[in-house]
Structure formats: C-alpha cells, structure tokens
C-alpha cells in the first residue's frame, strides 16, 4: 500500500495557496481579481502574432501578419483608430486631430482619400466627398454647398453670402460664372446670365414696389 508523504501534502497545500494569493483567485466565484501587466500578447496556434495590448494602445493583426486595426492614444494625446484591409492598407480613420476636433477619413483600396467628416481648420463641422483619384467633387461647410469638376475646378455653390443672403452661383469648367440665381448685396433679388467669359447678357433685378 502506497503511503502519502504528509510533507508533500503540506507543500502542495502551501503552493496552491500561494498561487490563489498570487492570482487573486476568487473560491466562491471563480474570477480573477486586479491583474497589473505590463503588455498582453496574443497569438494563434501556429505561434502567430494576433493581438498586442501595452503601451497605450490595442493592435490586431490578420492571420497574414497584417495589421487590421489600431485603437489609442496619439502623440498629440487623443484617442483615435485607424482600420486596415487585408493588404495592410489603412481603409479608415476615426479620431482627434492635432487642434482637438474629431473627424473621420476614408480610402479606397489605392490609397485615395474618398471622404472626410468632421471638424474643420475653422472649427466648424464639414463634409468632403473625392473622387476615386483623391479630387474633391464636393463639399458641405458651414451653411454652404460646393461642387467641383474632375479639373478640381468649382462648378457650383448654393448657399448664404457674406451679406447673409442666399444665393445659387454655377461656374463653367474653366470655372467662370455663368450664372447667378438670389439676393444680391442690397438685399433684393437677382438673376443674371454671363456668357463663356464671365460677361453679362442677360440681367434681371427685383427692386419690389
């Protein structure tokens, strides 16, 4: 008959007490109690790197190596992420930018800017659209709209002037006025027709009773 050592019996006590110590190990609810580390590391079965978590920051990455996605804090001290393709391509971007406004980027697959959202160098709100070549195509500002041709020249703007009154203005693509559709500077309506050139044929002014 095999006899128990009651020395073994009381070492291996002690250390499972020990490690229940060490881990914070909860006995009536099983869970894990504070667990400080320095940096976490996660990889797959193949010894894979997928996830890293330290210094201020998370990143992932696919089973390629390729990073996927990044979320922390930036050099300026805000947070932001930034997603990536399956190439590695950052695709998007949500976060502050270096004068404390959030906004938000996209690109396509070659790397072109295709869209902005958020906070402008003026501070206010305002969206921009490119094209697939990184161009701008339009823009939605403060209380104001702008288009662009494929030359990056303005084409239309529908919105409030300087004086506060509203207006429609349309620009050829050598970006000349055509037209003028509103209110002009003295508050009363106007519409006016220019040729290719900018220069005026056709006027029409609302001066009321």
Not at 60 to 67: A, F, K, L, S
Not at 168 to 195: C, I, P, Q
Request: hydrophobic share 30%.
């Amino acid at each position: 008959m095999k006899v128990i050592d009651p020395k073994s019996v009381l070492i291996g006590v002690l250390i499972t007490l020990l490690a229940f110590s060490t881990l914070g190990l909860r006995p009536k609810t099983d869970e894990l109690g504070h667990l400080v580390v320095r940096s976490l590391t996660i990889e797959d079965d193949r010894g894979v790197i997928m996830g890293y978590l330290g210094n201020g920051y998370m990143q992932t990455y696919n089973q390629y190596g390729e990073p996927t996605l990044f979320i922390g804090t930036g050099k300026d001290g805000g947070g932001y992420m930034r997603a990536y393709n399956g190439n590695g391509d950052e695709s998007a971007y949500v976060g502050t930018g270096r004068m404390g406004g959030g906004y938000i980027r996209t690109y396509n697959n070659s790397q072109k800017e295709t869209s902005y959202l958020g906070t402008g160098s003026d501070h206010a709100g305002q969206l921009r659209i490119y094209t697939k070549d990184g161009e701008t195509s339009s823009y939605l500002g403060e209380g104001y709209y702008q288009a662009y041709n494929q030359f990056g020249e303005r084409t239309l703007f529908l919105g409030t002037g300087a004086s506060g009154g509203g207006y429609l203005r349309t620009n050829n693509k050598f970006e000349t006025e055509t037209a003028f559709l509103g209110t002009n500077n003295s508050n009363e309506g106007l519409v006016n027709l220019n040729d290719k050139f900018g220069q005026s044929f056709w006027i029409r002014l609302n001066k009321g009773d």
